[in-house]
Each structure stands twice: as structure tokens, then as C-alpha cells.
């Protein structure tokens, strides 16, 4: 719930002060995004596997694979942006 709404902040924020080029504002659109989904996926994904591997430590092997997860999402959805603004963000003009 809050990652949604700060997301939705974020896009608000830069459809309403890009600078009036639309490549700029699809990557931008592009890294929100991607950045979102991956760190919620990783999460998720990283609690799950936290608690699979260490099912003694319970809640903190969870929030310690979701912390992790989630940071690796990060840097995923960074990736991902990055690909798009530098290869595929040119085919759209």
C-alpha cells in the first residue's frame, strides 16, 4: 500500500515537471516501475525463500530475505531502466 502510493507520487511528479520531451518521461515511467515491481517481487520473494532456508529463525530469517530480496530488486528494476533509456527507449520517437 505505501510502495503503491509513493509510486504513484513519483509518476505524478515526473509527468508533471519533465522536460517536455517524451523520451525522457517514458524512461523515467519506465524506472518508477520497474523499480516498484522488482523491489516488491524480490520482497516477497526473499521472505519466502528466508523463511524456507532458515525456518528455525522464523520472523527474522523472513525480514532479513525480504530486506535482501528486496534489495537486490532494486537493483534489477535499476538494470532494467538503465536497458531501457539506453536501447530500446529510441524506438518510440
Given at each position: 500500500?505505501?510502495?503503491?502510493?509513493?509510486?504513484?507520487?513519483?509518476?505524478?511528479?515526473?509527468?508533471?515537471?519533465?522536460?517536455?520531451?517524451?523520451?525522457?518521461f517514458r524512461?523515467?515511467?519506465?524506472?518508477?516501475?520497474?523499480?516498484?515491481?522488482c523491489r516488491?517481487?524480490?520482497?516477497?520473494?526473499?521472505?519466502?525463500?528466508?523463511?524456507?532456508?532458515?525456518?528455525?529463525?522464523?520472523?527474522?530469517?523472513?525480514?532479513?530475505?525480504?530486506?535482501?530480496?528486496?534489495?537486490?530488486?532494486?537493483?534489477?528494476?535499476?538494470?532494467?531502466?538503465?536497458?531501457?533509456?539506453?536501447?530500446?527507449?529510441?524506438?518510440?520517437?
Amino acid at each position: 500500500m505505501i510502495e503503491s502510493g509513493w509510486e504513484s507520487y513519483q509518476i505524478y511528479k515526473a509527468f508533471k515537471y519533465h522536460d517536455k520531451t517524451k523520451r525522457e518521461f517514458r524512461s523515467k515511467l519506465v524506472e518508477i516501475v520497474a523499480k516498484a515491481i522488482c523491489r516488491l517481487g524480490g520482497g516477497i520473494g526473499g521472505s519466502f525463500l528466508g523463511l524456507a532456508v532458515h525456518p528455525v529463525g522464523g520472523l527474522y530469517s523472513s525480514f532479513i530475505g525480504g530486506a535482501i530480496g528486496a534489495g537486490l530488486g532494486h537493483l534489477l528494476g535499476a538494470a532494467i531502466a538503465s536497458f531501457f533509456e539506453n536501447y530500446v527507449a529510441g524506438y518510440f520517437d
